[in-house]
Nanobody, 128 residues
Framework: QVQLVESGGGLVQAGGSLRLSCLASERTFSTYGMAWFRQAPGKERQFVAGISRSGTKQHYMEFVKGRFTISRDNAKNTVYIEMNSLKPEDTAVYYC?????????????????????WGKGTLVTVSA
């Protein structure tokens, strides 16, 4: 089974940028719709952005549109999220998730229930 490992988290000041990466362990990565989720302390895990298996379609939650960009490199078994103009409310553990759901594969729209494989997360802290 594919394993996912996130990296790139850290402490950044408000207005700054970070790029997170999620490396998959197997070439079957290209068959999965992929997404980034986040979970702040005391809150439920929420969808942030997703990408289709081909990389041609992306889907974003309104609160990150224009600031975050999701991309993938199937040759490197990696999905990325570029996060700009970070705000303190973006502070959370960020998880990548992989889904074999038909909609997930085609559009990148992925609910938490549709995720088949989770990474362990990487912490992003945005200071005011």
């Amino acid at each position: 089974q594919v394993q996912l490992v996130e990296s790139g988290g850290g402490l950044v000041q408000a207005g700054g940028s970070l790029r997170l990466s999620c490396l998959a362990s197997e070439r079957t990565f290209s068959t999965y719709g992929m997404a980034w989720f986040r979970q702040a302390p005391g809150k439920e895990r929420q969808f942030v952005a997703g990408i289709s298996r081909s990389g041609t379609k992306q889907h974003y939650m309104e609160f990150v549109k224009g600031r975050f960009t999701i991309s993938r490199d199937n040759a490197k078994n990696t999905v990325y999220i570029e996060m700009n103009s970070l705000k303190p409310e973006d502070t959370a553990v960020y998880y990548c998730g992989a889904s074999l759901g038909t909609i997930a594969q085609a559009t990148g729209m992925i609910s938490t229930a549709a995720v088949n494989i989770w990474g362990k997360g990487t912490l992003v802290t945005v200071s005011a």
